[in-house]
């Protein structure tokens, strides 16, 4: 090829294919920017807004007052009134009112004279907590009874598929209600099916649960939560053996107050890959439905989820302090620059590529 004129440019450099290049990385950071805004969009943003709606809605503007003071002694003065007057409050079903020094002494006396105070071990923390043990196996093989009074054990339960462990007890009064419906919100905004996709199993802690109290537990819950799948669930009691071994494998660690019948216990929940093993903890009794299913697809070795999940798993992190997925801004960094150098080595070889051509 004939060299150009001196001060002229070769005019076998293609202009179309500099700008097919910039093109392609246009493209590319484009769909980087989409896959940052339906990572935010879809994850960072519903958790914020769970955490605004926890905190209640905005109070209303104050009202203006004349004479504040005034106001603040007139109603200290009627608040006073209720506290140190005698008074009818219902004279045909005989309530009355009366000063809430005399209703706290009178509290006080019959407390004493009916109820021991019961007082916590100065060694609670020690026989309570949940132990993370992480890649611990599960008791596959020990048998345990469902709410039908069929013996079933893990290994058939599991059927390959990644599976949600919930302890507790079935006559609990106080977090074990609260955890199963903390787990029922987050499975019905989790777009994932159990039975289908995943397993729910509720194992009692409590040698007087039968299969009597677990069937009318599962049917308070699915009466309760009749989007998550309830009736699917798994609701099981077991010998002393056999919760023991199971419990042992989650570091779940309880203990019974002879004194008032319950037990004291940790609040949370376990996932179980489909081989049995301990891969995540989410603890407390309210669960981000989008940690939820990112743990189950993560669990499931992408056997469950879309393609979206899998690559969001590739830019969050999961904390086992929180039990919570989060963003890791240096990931998504490094990905972007990842992609430039990509592009730019693409342009440089079709560009040294054209120049060996040239010559």
């Not at 935010?40 to 955490?51: K, L, S």
């Not at 013996?151 to 609990?172: M, Q, S």
Request: charged share 15%.
């Amino acid at each position: 090829m004939a060299e150009p004129p001196f001060g002229h440019e070769s005019p076998g450099i293609r202009v179309r294919t500099i700008v097919m290049v910039a093109a392609a990385f246009a493209v590319i950071v484009v769909l980087v920017v989409v896959l940052l805004r339906v990572v935010v969009g879809r994850y960072v943003i519903p958790q914020h807004a769970e955490v605004v709606a926890r905190r209640g809605t905005v109070p209303p503007a104050p009202r203006l007052q004349t004479s504040p003071a005034e106001a603040v002694g007139a109603l200290r003065a009627e608040k006073q009134a209720l506290l140190s007057t005698w008074s009818w409050t219902d004279s045909t079903h005989r309530f009355a009112r009366i000063p809430i020094g005399r209703a706290m002494a009178l509290s006080v006396q019959r407390t004493r004279a009916t109820h021991a105070p019961v007082r916590a071990p100065p060694d609670l923390a020690t026989k309570v907590g949940f132990d993370q043990k992480l890649g611990s196996q599960a008791p596959m093989h020990v048998p345990f009874i469902d709410s039908d009074g069929v013996t079933v054990d893990l290994a058939g339960l599991l059927n390959e598929r990644p599976t949600l462990i919930v302890p507790g007890y079935y006559v609990c009064t106080n977090l074990c209600g609260a955890v199963r419906a903390g787990v029922a919100h987050a499975i019905e905004k989790s777009g994932l099916t159990p039975g289908e996709q995943f397993n729910v199993v509720l194992v009692s802690i409590d040698s007087r649960d039968t299969a009597e109290e677990a069937r009318a537990a599962k049917q308070r819950d699915a009466s309760s939560h009749p989007h998550a799948y309830v009736t699917r669930w798994h609701y099981l009691t077991g010998s002393s053996s056999a919760r023991e071994a199971l419990m042992r494998a989650i570091g779940f660690r309880s203990w019974f107050d002879e004194r008032d019948g319950q037990y004291a216990h940790p609040a949370g929940i376990v996932l179980l890959s489909p081989g049995g093993l301990v891969t995540q903890y989410f603890f407390g009794v309210q669960f981000v439905p989008q940690s939820l299913r990112l743990a189950l697809v993560s669990a499931s070795q992408g056997h469950i989820g879309s393609i979206i999940d899998q690559l969001v798993l590739l830019c969050c992190d999961y904390d086992p302090s929180t039990g919570r997925y989060s963003l890791l801004v240096g990931r998504v960094l490094q990905a972007l620059g990842v992609l430039t150098l990509l592009a730019l080595g693409a342009l440089i070889f079709v560009l040294r590529r054209h120049e060996g051509q040239r010559a």
